[in-house]
């Protein structure tokens, strides 16, 4: 079976730091992407992680752990153009990404 | 530029009509995907193609038809639309993978189809 988990929603306040977490369990697993998706338009690539371990680029990182299963998308010093929807999605090898429900962020003023 | 499109952008018909989405891509990418977006369920895989005439089933295919003659198109088929298909659709794209890894999908921008 499939299942991917990440929170609904989330807020917090420009400038800080957040974390989006997702755990997941599927039949097959060769990477995880992290995909952001404004309200109204179609999501865009922000990351692909095979390897465990962290992957910093600009004010987004992403971290894997395949052993946990566990993946996080840290955003650091949060803009009112971060706030939108943060897809995580496994990669199970054949070409196909499954995608979770992804995680509304909300950026406060 | 490459890119993806999709026509229309909206979308309004009656129950029981047939209705095609169109996807057009000039990345010149092997795959295709089409998916439906809906609040709480998040994008689910309706049909996917990997190459001119391949065509394959995703987790939500019933009611829906694709076939791919060229690499750049893959239209999407409502045979009979129904409420229930009310939805944001998206089209997607992506090289095939090599060895190991698999390539980011890019996205079109979404038809908003409504079934009355």
């Known amino acids: 079976g499939q299942n991917i988990d990440q929170p609904t929603e989330m807020t917090a306040t420009e400038g800080a730091i957040v974390q989006i977490n997702c755990t997941y369990q599927?039949?097959?697993?060769?990477?995880l992407f992290w995909y952001q998706q404004h309200a109204g338009e179609a999501p865009t690539f922000l990351s692909y992680n095979v390897l465990d371990g962290l992957e910093e680029k600009g004010r987004f990182s992403s971290f894997l752990s395949r052993s946990k299963g566990y993946s996080y998308l840290l955003l650091k010093e949060l803009q009112m153009k971060d706030s939108a929807s943060y897809l995580c999605?496994?990669?199970?090898?054949?070409?196909?990404?499954?995608f979770g429900k992804g995680t509304r962020l909300h950026i406060l003023p | 530029d490459a890119e993806i499109t999709q026509s229309p952008r909206h979308k309004i018909t009656e129950t029981g009509r047939q209705v095609t989405l169109a996807c057009h891509q000039t990345?010149?990418?092997?795959?295709m995907f089409w998916y439906r977006q809906d609040l709480g369920h998040g994008l689910r895989l309706i049909h996917y193609?990997?190459?001119?005439?391949?065509?394959n089933k995703g987790e939500v295919s019933d009611g829906y038809s694709v076939s791919r003659s060229n690499t750049e198109d893959l239209p999407l088929t409502l045979e009979s639309a129904a409420s229930s298909q009310t939805s944001v659709y998206f089209c997607?794209?992506?090289?095939?993978?090599?060895?190991?890894?698999?390539?980011?999908?890019?996205f079109g921008p979404g038809t908003r189809l409504t079934v009355t």
């Open positions: 990345w010149n990418h092997n795959n």
């Open positions: 193609s990997y190459g001119v005439h391949d065509t």
């Open positions: 999605a496994v990669d199970p090898r054949d070409d196909k990404i499954i």
């Open positions: 997607a794209s992506s090289l095939t993978s090599g060895r190991g890894t698999t390539s980011e999908q890019y």
């Open positions: 599927t039949s097959g697993f060769n990477g």
